[in-house]
């Protein structure tokens, strides 16, 4: 099961970097996903990385980036420019490499803990 870690609390217009680690298998080989849910809502996709290919929510386009170390066995999702609506639970995934571009739960053949991120002045 990926682990995700790196939440906290953060003022708008602030940063924060998400790190989904492989603890027992290689990430490199798969698509890895971030997924977020906020309170009374339903899980959406935001980032997705495949091989050389990655993936994001309109919302979060120019904002977040997601990339991958292999040294680490980690995919990050360094996230800036935060605000209040980037406010969820965030999930790693590891998904379908077919189905990384569509961001859809869909495709998610194993679920990460999550992490709480909370934008808030």
């Known amino acids: 099961q990926p682990q995700a870690s790196g939440g906290g609390l953060v003022q708008p217009g602030g940063s924060l970097t998400l790190s989904c680690v492989g603890s027992?298998?290689?990430?490199?080989?798969?698509?890895v996903a971030w997924f977020r849910q906020a309170p009374g809502k339903e899980r959406e996709g935001v980032s997705c990385?495949?091989?050389?290919?990655?993936y994001y929510l309109d919302s979060v386009k120019g904002r977040f980036t997601i990339s991958r170390d292999i040294a680490k066995n980690s995919i990050n999702l360094q996230m800036n420019n935060l605000k209040p609506e980037d406010t969820a639970v965030y999930y790693c995934?590891?998904?379908?490499?077919?189905?990384?571009?569509?961001?859809?739960?869909?495709?998610?053949?194993?679920w990460g803990k999550g992490t709480q991120v909370t934008v808030s002045s």
């Open positions: 995934a590891v998904v379908q490499a077919g189905l990384c571009s569509t961001l859809d739960t869909y495709g998610v053949e194993l």
């Open positions: 027992r298998f290689s990430l490199s080989y798969y698509g």
């Open positions: 990385i495949y091989g050389g290919s990655t």
